[in-house]
């Protein structure tokens, strides 16, 4: 009797090492330790950064109607605080500042709904004119781009929150030069 109680408590020492490991594999696995794509499994690794991205307007993601998808209207965030990009006729120029309540400042991405993104009112334009489905589009995005209030990064999509109902939703372009849709 004696050898069958220093072999029970063995395997229960078994089971309890076997069970152990699995439970710490799941908590891996489930705080991104490994994720759908092969990779880490860490979104800030496959969100791309704010700065330094070609960001494409979604225009019907973004409430402008109708859209006209011959415009394309894009931004690109510097990592000195400008914002540039193509309006849909003509070119702009903003300054913006962010405060990031959610992660490290200098990952240069935007953490979930604490990232906050301000773009200055103050917006200089070029003076252009065009068709008018492209200066409606213009307009629409001008108007709303300086009440900037907050920002979230999601896969590929910025997603800009202003005071209008729909905010401003913006892809990263791919690496072939079109809009990343449906990405």
């Not at 408590?9 to 699995?22: F, L």
């Not at 990009?85 to 913006?96: D, L, M, P, Q, W």
């Not at 997603?159 to 690496?175: K, Y």
């Amino acid at each position: 009797m004696t050898a069958r109680r220093s072999r029970l408590p063995a395997a229960v020492g078994a089971v309890v090492t076997v069970v152990v490991v699995a439970v710490v594999v799941v908590v891996a696995v489930v705080a991104g330790g490994g994720g759908p794509d092969g990779g880490s499994g860490d979104r800030a690794a496959r969100d791309p950064p704010l700065t330094g991205t070609d960001w494409v307007l979604d225009q019907a993601a973004s409430g402008v109607t109708p859209p006209a998808p011959e415009v394309a209207v894009t931004a690109r965030f510097g990592a000195d605080g400008s914002l540039t990009g193509s309006a849909g006729c003509n070119r702009y120029t903003a300054r913006y500042t962010t405060r990031d309540t959610t992660r490290s400042r200098t990952s240069g991405r935007p953490g979930g709904s604490g990232a906050v993104l301000r773009v200055d009112p103050a917006v200089a334009t070029t003076r252009m004119a065009c068709a008018p489905a492209v200066m409606r589009v213009e307009a629409a995005y001008l108007a709303r781009l300086g009440t900037v209030r907050a920002s979230s990064v999601a896969g590929r999509v910025l997603t800009l929150r202003t005071g209008a109902a729909d905010p401003l939703v913006l892809r990263a372009r791919a690496a072939d030069g079109a809009p990343a849709e449906g990405r």
